[in-house]
């Protein structure tokens, strides 16, 4: 059944999907914190050696740690925005159901209504040419009008429910704009998105930080030209 003045769903997405998306950041991002940690290692390794080539290499790979640091902490922080987004889908989700579910509910009751205060009519009327939300005028009602209150007090549930069906709408799209916004709001992640999907951004990360070996071979294809 069609419901007027309802359309779309808020709770669409698929948070499972989301998730695994954020897994894939938080496993990078421990890759990172651990090549980092390799890289920092090697320096110490250095320490008691004294060559030009040496001397060169060390500014070297205390910038590459840096870069792995910073690509790590980009990516903690992307993977918790994106898991925290999902739970609020989730969230989302279960209300929308809800939501519509009770505006089926209260939009069926309209017609329940309808039929009770018709069928009690004394005299002949007929309600074919009334839209949902119209209700025969008291005038032409001689019957008990407390059907006719019942009647409107259903057009008037419907109502409601649909309007908070609509909140619903208005708080996903307020979701997606703060959760856009806090991604945006990550340098690195803002540079990186330019890539072509997730697998070429995560790659972009590894290799903006040093860390060709993390990236695969489908991670690299993914970058494209």
């Known amino acids: 059944m069609s419901l007027p003045g309802i359309e779309g769903d808020p709770g669409e997405g698929d948070p499972s999907g989301i998730r695994s ?24 390794a250095l320490a008691p050696l004294e060559s030009e080539a040496v001397d060169a290499l060390r500014p070297r790979i205390v ?19 994106l898991d925290g987004y999902a739970t609020a889908l989730d969230g989302i989700r279960a209300r929308a159901a809800a939501a519509i579910a009770h505006a089926h ?3 069926g009751r309209i017609y329940e209504r309808r039929a009770e205060a018709l069928n009690a009519a004394s005299e002949f009327v007929t309600g074919w040419a009334l839209g949902w939300d119209d209700v025969l005028p008291s005038w032409m009602y ?18 409601d429910a649909r309007s908070a069906f609509h909140s619903l709408q ?16 990550i340098a ?23 860390d060709a070996a993390a990236a695969t071979a489908d991670d690299l294809a993914a970058l494209g030209d």
């Open 63 to 81: 910038a590459v740690a840096a870069k792995l640091d910073d690509a790590s902490a980009a990516a903690t922080e992307v993977a918790g925005i």
């Open 21 to 44: 998306f954020s897994d894939q950041f938080s496993t990078r991002a421990a890759s990172l914190t651990t090549r980092a940690v390799s890289a920092r290692a090697g320096l110490t």
């Open 142 to 159: 001689l019957s008990d009008r407390s059907y006719l209150v019942r009647w409107q007090g259903a057009i008037d549930d419907y109502i």
């Open 170 to 185: 208005s708080e996903r799209d307020e979701l997606d704009r703060q959760t856009a916004a806090s991604l945006s709001g």
């Open 105 to 107: 509910d209260t939009y």
């Open 188 to 210: 690195l992640f803002s540079e990186l998105t330019s890539s072509k999907g997730s697998a070429a951004t995560l790659a972009a990360a590894s290799l903006w930080a040093g």
